[in-house]
């Protein structure tokens, strides 16, 4: 039994989710769930891996508000990664796959940079 059969085997049939999102079922969804979550993980790795790539190489040049952009873009991709990943790891395949139909939301709260240079989240 490979893994994705063992995954289909332990969890129990569930209908579509809200926007027609599949679960797993005993009928073949959980490959196309894998495949979803698969292409979401990877678009948002493509952000943080391009973003922090041009930061490395231009810095420098780069104007302080687009280098600022790119940090809230890497930022947000990252806790959209952390969001995913801590649902599949609850077991929470439906939510996961929720997430990922909604996809990268940018945050509405700042992120500056302290002169320690530390990150500053205000609430």
């Given at each position: 039994m490979n893994s994705?059969?063992?995954v289909t085997a332990a969890v129990p049939a569930v209908s579509h989710r809200r926007g027609g999102a599949p679960d797993v079922t005993a009928d073949g969804d959980v490959v196309a769930a894998t495949a979803v979550l698969a292409h979401t993980?990877?678009?948002s790795i493509a952000v943080v891996r391009g973003g922090t790539e041009l930061l490395a190489r231009h810095h420098e040049t780069l104007p302080p508000a687009e280098r600022h952009e790119w940090y809230r873009r890497i930022d947000d991709h990252a806790e959209f990664l952390a969001i995913v990943l801590e649902r599949l790891a609850q077991g929470?395949?439906?939510d996961a796959l929720d997430a990922s139909a909604d996809g990268c939301q940018p945050r509405?709260?700042?992120v500056h940079a302290t002169r320690n240079g530390?990150?500053?989240r205000p609430a």
């Open positions: 994705i059969e063992t993980l990877l678009n929470r395949l439906a509405r709260r700042p530390s990150v500053d």
